[in-house]
């Protein structure tokens, strides 16, 4: 497990001491943890444990509970694919095996050169856009913008590629 850099640390910290008064504190820490670093560290987890007084399996339980929190770090760009109803019968599973081909991002997970993380998802509640996939929160309704979506992740490539 790689070991978390003093100014994540510090951010950490931060985000307890601002938060552990308020009510339902342990969300409200996540979230910023997890819009910052990306995942949820392990360490994060003991310092909350420590800070509310409260087992860490309860943070552990919450974090595993809500899909928008992870305890894996995740690449530079996150690519969602809606695999809903939906989308499924509008071809969201080829499109998502092209962007597994394109990234090198295995399915819910992170392509070895940490550029692209890959998660399935269920619907999106943007069924009328079938299928949808989004990158970094943008989204494609792909069968019109298809083409786009895969200039978008050619360039992110590019962009990454030592030089
Ligand atoms: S099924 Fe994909 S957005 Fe609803």
Do not use: W
């Amino acid at each position: 497990m790689k070991k978390l850099n003093q100014k994540s640390l510090d951010f950490i910290d931060d985000v307890i001491y601002r938060h552990k008064d308020e009510k339902g504190p342990i969300k409200l820490m996540l979230h910023e943890i997890q819009n910052e670093l990306g995942y949820i560290p392990f360490e994060a987890m003991e310092k909350m444990s420590e800070a509310l007084d409260e087992p860490i399996a309860k943070i552990y339980g919450v974090v595993t509970f809500y899909s928008q929190f992870t305890t894996e770090p995740k690449g530079k760009h996150v690519i969602s694919v809606c695999l809903g109803t939906a989308c499924y019968v509008n071809g969201s599973q080829t499109i998502l095996d092209l962007l597994v081909e394109m990234t090198g991002a295995p399915v819910n997970g992170t392509s070895q050169d940490g550029v692209f993380s890959i998660d399935a998802t269920r619907c999106v509640g943007a069924c009328g856009l079938a299928p949808v996939v989004s990158v970094d929160g943008t989204v494609f309704g792909c069968t019109k913008q298809l083409e786009d979506l895969k200039m978008l992740v050619l360039d992110y490539k590019k962009e990454e590629a030592p030089a």
